[in-house]
């Protein structure tokens, strides 16, 4: 298909400066391919909390339940407690829709520099794939003594067999599609001693059925120490929800900015609409001043073609985003260039659209 209905959710902060920009690459990528979008978009933010209640209304969620995609920007702002926007949006549409998979690129693009010395595009090239509703995102739990010196706070990790092995078969899948045929797992089963030693059974059980796939582990920390200092080594890591979430920021940092950094929520049975966002937030320290970075909201678009199967447009959007950052003059502040987030956003929107 070609026409295709989005659920557009700029959100807070620079979420509602980025989005445009994305949309705007997205409208010029689907007049050269013929592609067509109807973005259904809505206020849900911390704004609607404070005017309402609830981060979206009680029937948010079925409205979108048939859209193909939902195109969100950030979720979160200091005057709402985090816990409550996040998990009065963003959490429960990974959820509701069967977002399993978070899928986070980490790639050194042409014209960036890493701020590891020395480093090229062929050294930083892998994915973090990223358990994404279960693990230690959890509501199992509480709070006991409340406010008395014998206080207490417990939070339980949920790793189920089925929620563990797809998210490892997706992550060997993956591999399987990739030259360097290689699956790193982040475990920390030397220190949480009933989750972890489950997922790197799981791991071992998941990988006998791929003998083609070099599999190996680490411990989550010395796995950061290892991105820091061997880019190189990596291909695919896979990762439960809160490894993966720590890992698909370190990535981008090491790959010049967070500020490009994409992901896609992806429901693989697609029963469901999966979920396109930046790996950034609201960014509250440069909201407003129209100086975001909107290439990681470009490249979350880039994400959604792919999903939506229109690779050519996808691969015509990372073209042009790596055309345009190799001028210095096209580059935002975070990336050490002067551009304003609708500069940037319009000159990637104008390479796609001359091809
Ligand atoms: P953040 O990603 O918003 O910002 C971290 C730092 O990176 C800030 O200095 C910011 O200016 C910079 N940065 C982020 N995106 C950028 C961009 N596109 N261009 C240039 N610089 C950029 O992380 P945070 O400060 O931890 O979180 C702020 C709020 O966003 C919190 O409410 C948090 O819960 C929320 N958050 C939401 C999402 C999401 O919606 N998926 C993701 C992360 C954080
Ligand atoms: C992300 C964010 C979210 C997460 C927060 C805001 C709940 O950090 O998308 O990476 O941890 O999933
Ligand atoms: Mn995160």
Request: charged share 25%; net charge negative.
């Amino acid at each position: 298909t070609n026409a295709f209905r989005i659920a557009t959710i700029p959100g807070d902060g620079i979420g509602k400066e980025v989005v445009p920009e994305g949309m705007r690459v997205l409208e010029a990528v689907g007049r050269r391919f013929d592609i067509s979008f109807q973005f259904d978009e809505v206020d849900w933010s911390c704004e609607t909390f404070k005017k309402t209640g609830r981060m979206m209304p009680e029937d948010g969620l079925e409205r979108f339940r048939t859209h193909d995609a939902v195109f969100l920007g950030a979720v979160g702002w200091p005057d709402v407690p985090d816990h409550v926007s996040l998990w009065g949006l963003l959490i429960p549409i990974r959820r509701a829709f069967h977002q399993y998979v978070n899928l986070r690129p980490v790639r050194l693009l042409k014209g960036t520099t890493s701020p590891l010395a020395g480093r090229g595009p062929e050294d930083i090239d892998f994915y973090v794939v990223r358990e994404n509703v279960e693990g230690e995102y959890s509501e199992a739990g509480g709070r006991l003594y409340r406010g008395t010196e014998d206080e207490i706070a417990i939070q339980e990790a949920i790793f189920t067999r089925r929620g563990v092995d797809r998210i490892l078969r997706y992550a060997f899948d993956l591999a399987r599609t990739r030259p360097k045929k290689h699956v790193t797992s982040a475990t920390k089963s030397n220190g949480i001693v009933h989750t972890m030693p489950f997922w790197d059974e799981r791991f071992k059980a998941v990988k006998a059925d791929y003998p083609e796939i070099r599999a190996d582990q680490y411990h989550i920390d010395i796995l950061t120490a290892h991105f820091v200092q061997h880019p190189d080594w990596f291909d695919v890591v896979v990762g439960s929800n809160l490894f993966g979430d720590i890992l698909s920021d370190l990535g981008p940092a090491v790959a010049g900015s967070i500020g490009i950094a994409p992901s896609a929520n992806i429901n693989p049975e697609r029963d469901f609409p999966s979920m396109f966002e930046p790996v950034h937030g609201s960014a509250p320290d440069i909201a407003g001043k129209g100086i975001a970075n909107p290439i990681g909201q470009i490249w979350s678009a880039a994400m959604m073609l792919d999903h939506l199967g229109h690779p050519q447009a996808a691969q015509a959007v990372i073209a042009a985003i790596e055309t345009v950052i190799a001028d210095a003059a096209s580059r935002t502040r975070d990336m050490g260039g002067k551009a304003n987030t609708a500069e940037c956003g319009a000159a990637i929107a104008s390479v796609v659209a001359a091809g």
